[in-house]
């Protein structure tokens, strides 16, 4: 149930409800950070790896003759769409459609919400 609400974006009010609502227990707070602590750098590090070999099988696709190098489409989601706070911008391989690259870009890094793609861009490019 833990693994479905972190990787869902729920939060614990939400979760909390839920469980009333369908007249399940409610797993506690310090039970939950117990388990994102040990789950979440499992977590980390196969999404990593899974963006990595997605880049090299987008990479596999490469055509030199009729390209300059890879494609990729971008789109960012912004946690609020006036004046977000954040926003998760994901790249995604032209031929096979799987995340190559995926960033978070916050007020702190700009500001303004509308550049938050151009900044996750940067990021991908460098």
Request: aromatic fraction near 8%; include cysteine; charged fraction near 30%.
């Amino acid at each position: 149930m833990l693994h479905a609400v972190e990787t869902s974006g729920m939060l614990y009010a939400q979760y909390a409800a839920l469980c009333k609502a369908g007249n399940i227990g409610v797993l506690g707070k310090q039970y939950r950070k117990t388990f994102i602590s040990q789950y979440g750098p499992i977590v980390k590090r196969s999404a990593e790896e899974s963006r990595s070999d997605a880049l090299l099988e987008e990479i596999a696709f490469y055509e030199p003759e009729k390209r300059g190098g890879i494609e990729v489409m971008s789109d960012a989601h912004h946690a609020i769409c006036k004046n977000a706070k954040q926003s998760d911008i994901v790249f995604l391989g032209d031929r096979t459609h799987k995340c190559v690259y995926k960033t978070c870009v916050t007020r702190e890094d700009d500001t303004c919400s509308q550049h938050h793609e151009m900044t996750g861009e940067r990021r991908f490019y460098e």
